[in-house]
């Protein structure tokens, strides 16, 4: 079927619908719309998506990552911009936007959507209900992560700025109905890095990994990843050539350096609150995968901070022998609270899981000089 500029006008003006430019052909197992082939949406397969990034992360999050892949989706839109500016129809970003949407919204979306305001850095949209919102309906929050991520990706794709997408009603939340307030952000690395503090990203969004050319960076930073087991392996050649407390007191040293400069690397990226600094730390080493954070307690009579650590990577390296063998995770901590509070303190264990018991407890206190 050939799909011209008058079939777009008379779809945008509503003089007609998708339903004369649906092609199907079960026998060819093929079926196209407005030109386009396409398949059906089958409710299983979006709740199958959502689930599988449920089983690793909170339901939130889980919303998040289904936004940063469709917004892959929605980057897509660039051939039909381009086909229509090919036919002199030159459309706003929000009306590109609105086209995408009834497009897609005919073959079984969702409700149409109605565009509430549009300036050049804002465009806000509504719609009485979405695909997504009626699948994922018990979640009982904001879970249209599958219109976000299109938004994002067609308002990139045709403008080359970068948008970011909230939904300040959802219909799965409760709401009357889904709402979607599109901004047009410059997402800084402190952007980005906040929104992991607050628990509205976790680190996988940000993690571009090209392991055919060998690099991974987390939020434009290059990192690595690293076995377990080289704790264990440095631990044992230090104390093959130093004896076991020196080495201890190496490593303690070598991780407080190492968070005290993750601290300055912070600062520099335009973090300076205190309090956000050390959470900023405690956070991305633990979804790093260094620990898991239980607690942290402030004891204001005697200036002590404590610190409950789940799995820390000593404790698991090492398993059960019989004493504490977190001196880098305590160096580290050591290092992060100097680097966050421009104090100088002393970082003790006093539980460790390798000593049998239920958690990692380490005291940080003041240092006097
Ligand atoms: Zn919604
Ligand atoms: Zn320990």
Redesign the pocket.
Known sequence: MKIGREDFEALIKGEKDITPYIELDPGAGSYSVFGVKTASNPNYLIKAIYEMYEANLNKKLAVKAVRKLFRSVGMGSSGLYNLLKKFGMDLKPAEFLMLVFKLQHQQGWGAPFELVEQSEKRIILRTKHTFEAEILKEWKMPVCGVHMGWIEGIMMAVTGKNWYCLERKCVANGDDCCEFVVDQVDPSWKFKAQAVVKGDSAITEFIEHKPVEGTIKLIDDPVVIMPRFVFTSMMNSLKKTMGEMPAGGVNYRAYMDMGRENVEHYKKMGITQPNTLSDMAFTFYSQMGWFHLVKSEWNEAKKEKTIT?EH?V??EAFGNTGK???YC??GLLAGIIEGSFGIKVQGR?I?????G?E????IITNKSE
């Open positions: 650590l820390t000593e404790s504490n063998v977190c995770t305590a264990e539980k460790c899981r390798s000593k018991d958690y990692c407890v380490f």
